[in-house]
């Protein structure tokens, strides 16, 4: 079992930045393959972007390549997204997934293919 936990969310205006950091339990961290979704209010939860558990290989959806960058640290169990040039349609819960197993290149995109889901933190961008 993992557990994890989304820190860094708040309100921020348009054009600034907010760095996202996502603690997971577990011995294992570093065999997990992780991710970034998010829900809008009255919208369905969509793919931010993600990080094979190498570390090596990310992938972003299009509306935010170029302005995130997902991280992580296998040494303190915890991956990141930085998030740039911040757009007031950027608004929205953020919440950090787990997917256990994979080749070292494994990009997960799509929601069914992850295990694990942590209780998501409040992005507030204002115009």
């Known amino acids: 079992q993992v557990q994890l936990v989304e820190s860094g969310g708040g309100l921020v205006q348009a054009g600034g930045s907010l760095r996202l950091s996502c603690a997971a339990s577990g011995r294992t961290f570093s065999t997990y393959a992780m991710g970034w979704f998010r829900q809008a209010p009255g919208k369905e939860r969509e793919f931010v972007a993600s990080i094979s558990w190498s570390g090596i290989h990310t992938s972003y959806a299009d509306s935010v390549r170029g302005r995130f960058t997902i991280s992580r640290d296998n040494a303190k169990n915890t991956v990141y997204l930085q998030m740039n040039s911040l757009k007031p349609e950027d608004t929205a819960i953020y919440y950090c997934?787990?997917?256990?197993?994979?080749?070292?290149?494994?990009?997960?995109?799509?929601?069914?293919?992850?295990?694990?889901w942590g209780q998501g933190t409040q992005v507030t961008v204002s115009s």
């Open positions: 997934t787990a997917k256990l197993g994979g080749d070292f290149s494994y990009t997960p995109r799509l929601q069914y293919e992850y295990d694990y």
